[in-house]
Structure formats: structure tokens, C-alpha cells
């Protein structure tokens, strides 16, 4: 409580969504044209490319730290989720958690109503193209879970049968998010175009462990995102610009469902948390992950700064949340964090191959 207390900043910079000095006349609305937003398949873009179909179409930059569309060893997968090969799967947790997502919680939550264009009209000046920027954004980390989601639901059909329901229902969820942020652009006049971005763009290879490492990661780390957000707006109602927020709190609750899931799976292969290069790797990625989203925020003061929030505290907020959920990794943070803070000892040469591998964690 006391965290969330403090996220709660006087915003000065850009204004804000409740600030007069951001809405403006509807008279100075731009022309309604609809405009199909691509992302370039590779550095360097091509902006202001007009293609048939007569629809304006313009490329989006894709940088270090654009969300990613992932591929993985969907082979190994397979012998992963094999029950006669892995032990370790639990698959009455399995068949509890497919129950669950059966369920489908959310299935009439994303319902739009006439306030989204009626917000998004009154959203003029520098908020304008954050709003666009965020929506996004938002969209293609979304749709890139649906993707791979989807894939490992095919390919794990004949293997596990259950993990693969559970997948494809997962995907299910994410081509919902993916759905109703594309919705979201419609109100600004654009959309993107999810079946160029799905042939056109790079996919990241990662190798199942780190596949689980970033997607456990990334899915907590939403639901914290999310749920910040929802709360923080609820309780500063001036703030509140654009209705998709008020969705949130549904919302992440999917995503808290599929990091459990993948809670699971990892339970169900001990050897990638509990060896000495598994943890190595785990605090990689943790790091790294934190390290993306601080990165990705700080270069998006202004967005949150629009709705109030303090960038800095609220990535902090989601990071202490998180770690608080997840002993383990936490410890494993901490213990990064210890490492990183250590005095360093001048030393001369070290022969490696002497040391005894167990020593190096
Ligand atoms: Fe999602
Ligand atoms: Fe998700």
C-alpha cells in the first residue's frame, strides 16, 4: 500500500489527460483517414510508403527494444511434454489449470462501447501520438504471445494433449488483447496489420528454458503492469482518459493465469531451475527482463507521466510486486544484486580450468 501510495506524483511536464491544456477543440480534429501501420521486417524503415489498396500505410522503426515475435525448438518441446519421457509433469495440475482456462472468464469482458472514440477525440497535442505509440506497442507484445501460443498448441497436439488445449486457449486470450488494442488505434484512425507483421517480421529464436524464463517473466510482469495501472486510476478518476484502462483489472487476471501455467511447466523441468548454469541463466533473464522494461519506460515518461503515474516508482512498484510473489527468483535478484554491490579484489591471473565448476555459482 505504501508503494502505491507513493506512485501518486503531480504530473507538470506534458500535462496530463484530465488538463485542459491537452484536449482541445474538436474543431482542430484531423481529417478521419484510416491508415494501415506496418513494422519494417528489418532496421531501417520505410516511412510514408504508400501501397495499393488504397489505404495509407506506414512503416514503424524497429529498435532494440521493440517487442519481438519468438520461435523456438518446438522438437525439444515435444520431448518436453512427453509423459513417458518426463516424469515430472503433473497432469492432474495440468487438467486443473485446462479447467480453468476453459472456464473462459473474460469471454464478454472486451466489449467496446461509444466513450473509447469520444476519449480518443478529446486526446489532442504530444499525448496524441503517446497514446497511438502505447497502443502499439501493446498490440504486437500481445499478438507476439498469441503467435507463438498458437504454434505450441498445434505442435504439442499429439505429445500432451492437455499442455496443447492449454496453449491454444492462451492464444485465444492473447489474440483477444491483441483484438482490442487494434480496436483501440481504430478510435485514432489506424490500425495495424497483424497479418503483414505475422509474414513479414523477424522472428527471435530462443531455446524452450529461456522460452519459459521470459514468457513466466513478461506474463507476471503484466499482470503487475495492469494492475498498477487499474488501481492507480481508479483511486485518481481525473486521470482517466481513455476507457481501455478501465479493463485492466479483468484483464490481467489472464495474464496472471498464464504465468501460473507456466509456473507449472517449470516445476515440470527441475533441470531448468535447479543447476547451477539454470540459475545463472534465471537471473539473466530476470535481470534483463527488468532491465528491458525500465528502459522501454524511461523512454516513455510522458506516457505515464499522461496518466499520472510516476515512471521510475511504478517500475519499481511492479518489480517489488513481482519478486514478492516469486521467492525464488527474488532470491535469485537479490543475490545478484549482493553480487553486483561486492568489493572487487584486484587479482592477477586465474586459471579457470582449475576451479570446480559448483564454485562459479
Ligand atoms: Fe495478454
Ligand atoms: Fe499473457
Known sequence: ????????????????????????????????????????????????????????????????????????????????????????????????????????????????????????????????????????????????????????????????????????????????????????????????DLGFLTKARKYTFFKPKFIFYATYLSEKIGYWRYITIYRHLKANPQYQCYPIFKYFENWCQDENRHGDFFSALMKAQPQFLNDWKAKLWARFFCLSVYVTMYLNDTQRTAFYEGIGLDTKEFDMHVIIENLKRIPHIAALVSELLAAYMMKPI????????????????
Open 1 to 192: 500500500m505504501a508503494t502505491e501510495m507513493a506512485l501518486l506524483k503531480p504530473v507538470t511536464k506534458i500535462g496530463y489527460c484530465g488538463s485542459a491544456t491537452i484536449a482541445t477543440a474538436r474543431t482542430n480534429l484531423p481529417r478521419r483517414v484510416s491508415t494501415v501501420i506496418r513494422m519494417s521486417a528489418a532496421t531501417g524503415t520505410n516511412p510514408g510508403k504508400t501501397t495499393g489498396g488504397g489505404k495509407n500505410k506506414k512503416a514503424i522503426k524497429e529498435t532494440l527494444l521493440a517487442p519481438r515475435f519468438y520461435t523456438t525448438d518446438f522438437d525439444e518441446m515435444e520431448q518436453l511434454f512427453n509423459v513417458e519421457m518426463n516424469k515430472n509433469l503433473n497432469e492432474a495440475e495440468f487438467e486443473a489449470l485446462l479447467q480453468e482456462f476453459k472456464t473462459d472468464y473474460n469471454q464478454t469482458h472486451f466489449v467496446r462501447n461509444k466513450e473509447f472514440k469520444e476519449a480518443a477525440d478529446e486526446i489532442q497535442g504530444p499525448l496524441r501520438q503517446i497514446f497511438v505509440e502505447f497502443l502499439e506497442r501493446s498490440c504486437t507484445a500481445e499478438f507476439s504471445g498469441f503467435l507463438l501460443y498458437k504454434e505450441l498448441g498445434r505442435r504439442l497436439k499429439k505429445t500432451n494433449p492437455v499442455v496443447a488445449e492449454i496453449f491454444s486457449l492462451m492464444s485465444r486470450d492473447e489474440a483477444r488483447h491483441a483484438g482490442f488494442l487494434n480496436k483501440g488505434l481504430s478510435d485514432f484512425n489506424l490500425a495495424l
Open 346 to 361: 584486484e587479482s592477477g591471473s586465474v586459471d579457470i580450468a582449475e576451479l570446480d565448476p559448483q564454485l562459479v555459482y
